[in-house]
Nanobody, 126 residues
Framework: QVQLVESGGGAVQTGASLRLSCAAS????????MAWFRQAPEKEREFVAG?????????EYADYAKGRFTMSTSNDESSVHLEMNNLKPEDTAVYYC??????????????????WGQGTQVTVSS
């Protein structure tokens, strides 16, 4: 059974850093693309960062995340992380970890993903 569990969210001030984690179980990264998405109140869910199946290829980032956010995996490939630096109020959202069973290119569309975590809230105050 595929399971994704996020942690690490919280309430911080502008300029702070947070490290989100997603514990993955029940599947192998070899056949799944992994991504982080976020959803702010009254907005659609949007892509943050991700990498294709097997961890191959470069990690992709949304434009707003480039230079501030870094996605990584644990050595045993049991979890993925999202290091977020220089946080801004507009980064306030629920952050989700997602997995898509595919050997195709990385998708930035939420509807293509098969499994989701419950989300973790990130709140950035000015």
């Amino acid at each position: 059974q595929v399971q994704l569990v996020e942690s690490g969210g919280g309430a911080v001030q502008t300029g702070a850093s947070l490290r989100l984690s997603c514990a993955a179980s029940g599947f192998s990264f070899n056949s799944y693309a992994m991504a982080w998405f976020r959803q702010a109140p009254e907005k659609e869910r949007e892509f943050v960062a991700g990498f294709g199946w097997g961890g191959g290829g470069a990690t992709e980032y949304a434009d707003y995340a480039k230079g501030r956010f870094t996605m990584s995996t644990s050595n045993d490939e049991s979890s993925v992380h999202l290091e977020m630096n220089n946080l801004k109020p507009e980064d306030t959202a629920v952050y989700y970890c997602a997995a898509e069973r595919t050997r195709g290119p990385l998708s930035r569309w939420p509807r293509t993903y098969d499994f989701w975590g419950q989300g973790t809230q990130v709140t950035v105050s000015s």
